[in-house]
């Protein structure tokens, strides 16, 4: 018997973002990281794979372990880089792409070594969180010890607002990639998700490493759900839940832990299978909205650890029927936006007890 509070997983919208995505002029490195944004990271890996995508991303070594053991050949890029000599040197070993960003990892390249992956260098050209000065990038390789990476190597960084596509900073940091890159000639990466919808490394004059997360999951960088329609790009979560009571609420009693809400009229009440310890928001006490039989209602009274008060005192329902919590139509953006939070922590927040369904699977489809 399975819980029927469930996270949904549709792999035929995975597939149909990857390809809107894929606009032939970048080659796309797909973000799998923190369990591919709670989608579930060995299922959607493998899907991905299936359809083509050449090169996954994650933070830690820890996750590129778990592919590699799950029998993911493909190479891995580490965005947070490695944390030991002994993680560099297993990364080279295993086909995983380190991403450099500190004094301390140059020091575990062995002078005249060639690798047989390309060692990635990340510049800060105005993020600040990790990276290289132009300074130090030169620096490191005016060292002629170091000549052979420079046939092996790719440049990255990272956009601190690409979100906002009229934000000029993102010029200001392509500028000052583009000033050190001359130097190299080498290949590149510059977008994330926001970076690469909005087109913003286009002028770079050369293809680019595009590292997509939230767009394959087809969720907007920006929580504004709108972006998405610009690539047709669809949510492939849907986080459902059973109601599993209903009651009559009068007139001024209240609702749930400290009694936040009081029924202004009397009020129908169901009771939700779903609460903060699956991972949806507690912030959602008294703001959230939920889908039931595709009307929406409020959330009324404090979340809770295991279940939500619902008013369905308008809306046709009984027990047993499943509430859609976000998913294509009450999108995870709208939700996140009346936290004040973003889609990124909802979804990637999905707790492990929620079990993850996939639909749609791609060896399904190609039977057809
Ligand atoms: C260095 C780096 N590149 C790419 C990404 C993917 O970002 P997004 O999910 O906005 O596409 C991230 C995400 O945090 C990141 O840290």
Request: glycine fraction near 6%.
């Given at each position: 018997m399975q819980r029927k509070t469930v996270a949904e997983i549709d792999l035929a919208a995975l597939r149909h973002n990857v390809q809107c995505l894929d606009d032939g002029k970048s080659t796309l490195i797909a973000v799998v990281k923190a369990n591919a944004y709670g989608h579930g990271m060995l299922r959607i890996a493998e899907e991905l794979v299936q359809c083509g995508v050449k090169i996954l991303a994650v933070a830690f070594i820890d996750e590129a372990h778990t592919l590699r053991n799950s029998g993911i050949t493909q190479p891995i890029l580490v965005?947070?880089?490695?944390?030991?000599r002994a993680e560099f040197d297993w990364m080279v070993m295993h086909n995983c792409w380190p991403m450099l960003h500190s004094q301390e990892q140059l020091d575990w390249i062995s002078p005249h070594r060639v690798f047989d992956v390309p060692l990635w260098f990340k510049v800060d050209?105005?993020?600040?969180?990790l990276g290289f000065s132009a300074d130090e990038i030169m620096t490191f390789f005016?060292?002629?010890?170091?000549?052979?990476?420079k046939e092996n190597m790719v440049l990255a960084t990272h956009f601190?607002?690409?979100?906002?596509?009229?934000?000029p900073f993102s010029q200001q940091q392509i500028d000052a990639f583009r000033e050190l890159h001359q130097n190299f000639g080498c290949p590149i990466s510059i977008s994330n998700s926001a970076g690469h919808i909005h087109e913003l490394?286009?002028?770079?004059?050369q293809s680019d490493y595009a590292r997509v997360g939230i767009t394959l999951y087809g969720c907007a960088p920006n929580n504004q759900?709108?972006?998405l329609s610009t690539r047709d790009l669809h949510p492939v979560m849907t986080l459902k839940a059973p109601i599993i009571a209903m009651r009559e609420v009068a007139h001024s009693e209240g609702v749930g832990y400290g009694q936040t809400w009081t029924a202004t009229r009397d009020s129908t009440i169901a009771t939700v299978a779903i609460g903060y310890a699956d991972g949806?928001?507690?912030?959602?006490?008294?703001c959230g909205r939920v889908l039931v039989n595709g009307i929406t209602c409020p959330i009324v009274g404090r979340v809770s650890m295991d279940m939500i008060t619902i008013d369905v005192t308008d809306v046709p329902c009984n027990i047993g029927d499943q509430v859609v919590l976000?998913?294509?139509?009450?999108?995870v953006e709208h939700i996140a936006n009346a936290m004040g939070t973003i889609n990124y922590e909802c979804v990637t927040r999905v707790s492990e007890r929620v079990p993850r369904n996939y639909l749609n699977p791609y060896c399904i489809d190609k039977k057809k």
């Amino acid at each position: 018997m399975q819980r029927k509070t469930v996270a949904e997983i549709d792999l035929a919208a995975l597939r149909h973002n990857v390809q809107c995505l894929d606009d032939g002029k970048s080659t796309l490195i797909a973000v799998v990281k923190a369990n591919a944004y709670g989608h579930g990271m060995l299922r959607i890996a493998e899907e991905l794979v299936q359809c083509g995508v050449k090169i996954l991303a994650v933070a830690f070594i820890d996750e590129a372990h778990t592919l590699r053991n799950s029998g993911i050949t493909q190479p891995i890029l580490v965005l947070e880089g490695p944390l030991a000599r002994a993680e560099f040197d297993w990364m080279v070993m295993h086909n995983c792409w380190p991403m450099l960003h500190s004094q301390e990892q140059l020091d575990w390249i062995s002078p005249h070594r060639v690798f047989d992956v390309p060692l990635w260098f990340k510049v800060d050209t105005g993020m600040h969180r990790l990276g290289f000065s132009a300074d130090e990038i030169m620096t490191f390789f005016a060292q002629p010890q170091y000549a052979k990476i420079k046939e092996n190597m790719v440049l990255a960084t990272h956009f601190a607002c690409a979100d906002n596509p009229e934000d000029p900073f993102s010029q200001q940091q392509i500028d000052a990639f583009r000033e050190l890159h001359q130097n190299f000639g080498c290949p590149i990466s510059i977008s994330n998700s926001a970076g690469h919808i909005h087109e913003l490394a286009s002028g770079f004059g050369q293809s680019d490493y595009a590292r997509v997360g939230i767009t394959l999951y087809g969720c907007a960088p920006n929580n504004q759900a709108e972006v998405l329609s610009t690539r047709d790009l669809h949510p492939v979560m849907t986080l459902k839940a059973p109601i599993i009571a209903m009651r009559e609420v009068a007139h001024s009693e209240g609702v749930g832990y400290g009694q936040t809400w009081t029924a202004t009229r009397d009020s129908t009440i169901a009771t939700v299978a779903i609460g903060y310890a699956d991972g949806y928001p507690r912030h959602a006490s008294n703001c959230g909205r939920v889908l039931v039989n595709g009307i929406t209602c409020p959330i009324v009274g404090r979340v809770s650890m295991d279940m939500i008060t619902i008013d369905v005192t308008d809306v046709p329902c009984n027990i047993g029927d499943q509430v859609v919590l976000w998913g294509e139509s009450n999108r995870v953006e709208h939700i996140a936006n009346a936290m004040g939070t973003i889609n990124y922590e909802c979804v990637t927040r999905v707790s492990e007890r929620v079990p993850r369904n996939y639909l749609n699977p791609y060896c399904i489809d190609k039977k057809k």
